[in-house]
């Protein structure tokens, strides 16, 4: 199934510059502190080989240990400030686009949804943890 189904975007607007929100995206000390959709999960683990062919992951985990899991791929277009895509462990495609507004970016995202959780429960996820994001690089 998989492919079949229509990609889900979800975006936001950060009030930082490019150059700010593409270091905050991609830096692995900065993505374990804003990786997660709630505050009741964290990444205690997060690696990036940030260029064509470069595996990522990062270990997503519920702060009370009751679940966890891997979130990982390889890339394949990385265009500094620009775009990065990846395909992810089970073939999933995601595309990410980092438009600069001057003072602004704004970051959207387009993924593959899996087939095995509701469609609008992935998006709502992945904007959850796009505005968390949004938060940490507005903040910090």
């Keep these: 199934m998989g492919t079949d189904l229509s990609r889900v975007t979800v975006e936001a607007t950060i009030q930082a510059p490019v150059e700010k929100v593409w270091e905050y995206w991609t830096e692995p000390e900065h993505i374990k502190k804003w990786n997660s959709a709630s ?12 260029r064509v062919g470069g595996k990522f992951l990062s270990r997503m985990e519920a702060k009370d240990g ?54 609008e429960m992935q998006k709502g996820g992945w904007q959850a943890i796009l505005d968390n994001f949004k938060k940490y690089a507005e903040t910090n």
């Design 66 to 119: 009751s679940f966890g899991f891997d979130f990982g791929g390889v890339y394949d277009e990385v265009k500094m400030n620009e775009s990065i895509a990846y395909t992810l462990g089970d073939e999933r495609k995601v595309h990410i686009s980092f438009v600069s507004q001057g003072n602004a970016t704004k970051v959207i995202e387009t993924f593959d949804p899996e087939s095995s959780n509701p469609v």
């Design 39 to 50: 505050d009741e999960w964290h990444t205690p683990i997060a690696e990036n080989d940030l």
